[in-house]
């Protein structure tokens, strides 16, 4: 079935370091995949997101490539802040079927 | 409405009661999802509604969990002799055109359930 891995957290920075969070996917056909974001005490919003095979999801400074070949959708940032803190969840979706989602990657960015 | 809206944001019940949590799509909307995010946890697909189409049911952890959508609108999931472990926070989204690519799925700010 379809599914989503992501690194396990949390991941600790300290601010202007570069940021990957690695996101891998089991899925048949093209799924459409997502980054959601959710801060402390906030809802999960979308943060980017891809369609189809070599898009580039970008935003905030956040970017994302959709690797069919590797099956990846790895989040990068090239300068983090300490407001990027927060819950990151990749996700996937094919069709009509349900959002699938990662197990989440904390990250947590210092001064 | 602008947003996805769920009631009660706030929920503290008593082991063995029932509960309904309620979701209010944003308007047109015809796909509508119900996660279960537990402290410091992932999010728990639980079940998802799509127009007319009979319901996911396969992320509804135990009979005691059921959920009802009238139409494209408002959706509500009981949980009834709720359990300790039932504590989280229940999150409900929706989506229009989910069968199509690059749709956004909007989630509401949750409803957090405490089970003492």
């Known amino acids: 079935g379809n599914s989503v891995t992501q690194m396990e957290g949390p991941v600790t920075l300290s601010e202007e370091a570069f940021l990957t969070i690695n996101c891998t996917y089991t899925a048949t056909g093209y799924p459409s995949l997502f980054w959601y974001v959710q801060y402390p005490g906030e809802g999960l919003q979308l943060l980017l997101k891809?369609?189809?095979?070599?898009d580039k999801g970008s935003n905030k400074g956040f970017e994302a490539t959709y690797r069919k070949e590797t099956t990846s959708f790895h989040l990068e940032k090239g300068s983090v802040q300490v407001s990027d803190s927060a819950v990151y969840f990749c996700?996937?979706?094919?069709?009509?079927?349900?959002?699938?989602f990662g197990t989440g990657t904390r990250l947590q960015v210092f001064p | 409405g602008a947003g996805v809206s769920q009631s009660p944001s706030n929920k503290v019940t008593e082991k063995g009661k029932d509960v309904e949590l309620r979701c209010d799509p944003i308007s047109g909307h015809t796909a509508l999802y119900w996660y279960r995010q537990r402290l410091g946890q992932g999010l728990e697909f639980l079940i998802y509604f799509q127009g007319n189409s009979a319901p996911d049911k396969s992320g509804l952890p135990s009979d005691r969990f059921s959920a009802e959508r009238t139409g494209e609108s408002v959706s509500t999931l009981t949980i009834q002799r709720t359990q300790q472990e039932d504590s989280a926070v229940y999150l409900c989204?929706?989506?229009?055109?989910?069968?199509?690519?690059?749709?956004?799925?909007?989630f509401g700010e949750g409803s957090w359930l405490t089970v003492v």
């Open positions: 891809a369609t189809k095979a070599d």
């Open positions: 996700a996937l979706k094919r069709g009509p079927d349900k959002l699938i």
């Open positions: 989204a929706s989506s229009s055109n989910p069968t199509g690519g690059g749709y956004t799925i909007y």
